[in-house]
């Protein structure tokens, strides 16, 4: 595993690499949902000598059916650069996302495309349901992860605000 330091950040510090690794075509702003913008959102990103490795995201956003109820924290906008990819960064970003999630009640959900599914399901995620709304095109699974409680080891997140 490629052992980096994962900072919480401002939403403008992960907006750039969300929209280069994932949305080339869009504007960054347009890549910008309701929740990002919320006060607890959670933003981090992975650091190595200065440079940006990775992003993540979990914001408070219900979850579609067939989920709704408990699963109110929405996991979006994780990449990792492209020469990075696999060595263990992008399951930093999203463990120390989630485990930054004050509410251990709650539950986490995401969609994501076929090609890693796989992904997420190592990180704990199952899947619920194969329909997706028709305005994310390309995006083909909803998953679900139930936290457990936080494991202060494993979060190397500087928790304050960014
Ligand atoms: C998807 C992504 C964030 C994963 O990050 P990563 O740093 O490459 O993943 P990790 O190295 O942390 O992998 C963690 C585990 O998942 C596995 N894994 C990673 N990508 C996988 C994939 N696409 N399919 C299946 N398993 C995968 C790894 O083998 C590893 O397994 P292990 O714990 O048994 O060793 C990264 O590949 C990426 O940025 N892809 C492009 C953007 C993208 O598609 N984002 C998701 C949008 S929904």
Redesign the pocket.
């Known amino acids: 595993m490629y052992k980096v330091s994962i900072t919480r950040v401002p939403l403008s510090a992960v907006v750039p690499l969300r929209t280069s690794?994932?949305r080339p075509k869009r504007h960054p702003k347009d890549t910008i949902t309701g929740g990002d913008l919320l006060s607890d959102s959670i933003h981090v990103a992975a650091i190595s000598q200065d440079q940006l490795l990775?992003v993540a995201s979990a914001v408070r956003e219900p979850a579609p059916p067939p989920l709704g109820g408990a699963a109110a924290w929405r996991v979006r906008g994780?990449?990792?650069i492209g020469h990075?990819?696999?060595?263990?960064?992008?399951?930093?970003?999203v463990e120390t996302a989630c485990n930054l999630i004050a509410d251990r009640e709650t539950s986490v959900w995401?969609?994501?495309?076929e090609?890693?599914?796989?992904?997420y399901?190592?990180?704990g995620f199952a899947p619920v349901a194969s329909c997706v709304p028709h305005h994310i095109a390309g995006?083909v699974g909803l998953y679900e992860l139930k936290l457990s409680k936080r494991d202060p080891a494993s979060n190397s997140a500087d928790n304050r605000r960014a």
């Open positions: 690794e994932l990775g994780v990449a990792v990075l990819r696999g060595t263990g960064v992008g399951r930093q970003l995401l969609y994501a495309q090609h890693v599914s796989g992904f399901k190592k990180l995006l």
